[in-house]
């Protein structure tokens, strides 16, 4: 059912059939109104906040002057009690609408504090423009250009535009076939999922990227011979959701690797040859990660870049369809085991002692992507030709006991 809020107002225009500005009072303005068209939540410690609740608490009567005002959308709007307020009916998401506050998420925190801080906003006024039955299309468009005070990241528009959409749905489906929670950020100050960078929805489409052995493959001629410092596109085309899309299904492999890479790091540091000592580069014991997967989290800190060389390794196991040559349960644990025992860990322990500490330098270091490239490859072929071997051996005993029956078949 649509919701209904109402706004004291002094006055409004008719600014055209399908939009109101009004000069509304703030210490009645409703602050539960919903932020659906919002590109971001707001953020109670950015500067813009401070700005507003400073100005509208040291001189609540030039609010209305020194503020650019509130931009609401909404189904319906009337005027009622003789014009002394408008009555808004907001639809909410689950009924087709994109209702609620389009610019001013944080203009409405403020007016929340303020009031809990039991401030006078009798004398304070804010400019509202409202805008009547928007479509979906049409309240992003105006979001998207609204939001210039302070810079919106590029992930915010992207999920604004909804190009995460094809992800969140594929998540969704693995949550409820595999039985697990993923605490994703899709947008600025998303209040629903931690600001652990490893639970930014980029991340999952760096770990992907990884496994893309299409696109990088040191043994063609592209220039792109490893994911180095992958960069995620500001705008996600047709063709790129559909190269996504193709390597959606090797995220949960990714995830193992990253979760298990994290366990075996969090068992050296727990187990350190000098007693308080930790002798990995990037790697802080001051702090804590968390994983996209709810479940686990580590006493220790991490660059969120760490994993991905080891895991970029992986692709060496893949066909250009991306299927696995090998059964993946069958050899990714011994294989991490070896990356980690004979490369990265004296790698990282190389480096600390180097004094080499910064994370993003050491993960995107060309010299450990093909080392770990080369490996896998080495590890690879060893396996196929145990499998031939193997092959090999068995073929002379299927041949005689063949021959052995066809003989006691003559008798």
């Not at 999920?159 to 950020?185: C, M, P, S, T, V």
């Not at 992907?208 to 992958?230: E, M, S, V």
């Not at 068992?267 to 994983?291: F, Q």
Request: hydrophobic share 35%; net charge positive; with cysteine.
């Amino acid at each position: 059912m649509p919701k209904t809020w109402n706004i004291k107002i002094d006055n409004y225009i008719q600014a055209n059939a399908n939009c109101i500005i009004a000069t509304a009072h703030v210490d009645s303005f409703p602050i539960d109104l919903p932020l659906e068209p919002n590109i971001r939540e707001p953020n109670r410690k950015s500067a813009t906040y401070r700005q507003i609740f400073d100005s509208l608490t040291t001189e609540p009567g030039k609010f209305f002057s020194r503020h650019s005002g509130i931009v609401l959308s909404a189904n319906k709007v009337k005027p009622v009690k003789n014009k002394t307020e408008l009555e808004l009916e907001v639809l909410e998401a689950s009924e087709g609408g994109s209702d609620g506050i389009i610019n001013g998420g944080h203009t409405v925190l403020a007016f929340e504090q303020a009031k809990n801080y039991k401030y006078d906003l009798s004398l304070a006024r804010v400019k509202v423009t409202i805008h009547i039955g928007l479509t979906e299309e049409s309240a992003l468009d105006i979001a998207l250009a609204s939001n210039t005070t302070t810079p919106v990241d590029s992930r915010s528009k992207v999920n604004a535009r909804g190009d995460y959409k094809f992800i969140k749905q594929y998540l969704a489906q693995l949550e409820k076939k595999e039985e697990r929670k993923f605490r994703i950020a899709y947008y600025q100050n998303q209040s629903s999922a931690p600001r652990n960078a490893q639970c930014n929805v980029n991340h999952l489409l760096k770990l992907i990227n990884c496994l893309d052995r299409n696109r990088y493959n040191p043994d063609g001629n592209k220039r792109t011979k490893h994911p180095t410092g992958t960069s995620i596109p500001s705008q996600i085309t047709d063709a790129e959701r559909e190269r996504l899309t193709a390597l959606l299904p090797l995220l949960s492999q990714a995830l193992w690797i990253e979760q298990r890479l994290y366990e075996i790091i969090q068992e050296h540091i727990s187990n350190p040859r000098r007693k308080g000592v930790n002798d990995l580069a990037s790697i802080d014991i001051r702090k804590t990660t968390l994983l996209p997967d709810s479940k686990y989290s580590f006493g220790f800190g991490a660059p969120t870049d760490l994993a991905l060389p080891i895991i970029a390794s992986y692709r060496v196991f893949l066909d250009k369809d991306y299927k696995w040559i090998l059964p993946f349960n069958e050899f990714a644990e011994d294989f991490l085991q070896h990356l980690w025992n004979n490369y990265f860990r004296k790698y990282l322990v190389s480096e600390k002692t180097a004094g080499n500490t910064v994370g993003t330098k050491i993960s995107r270091n060309q010299e450990i992507w093909e080392s770990l490239y080369i490996s896998a490859q080495s590890y690879l072929n060893q396996h196929l030709m145990k499998m031939v071997n193997s092959s090999k051996e068995e073929e002379p005993k299927v041949t005689q006991g063949t021959k052995g029956r066809l003989q006691a078949g003559k008798k």
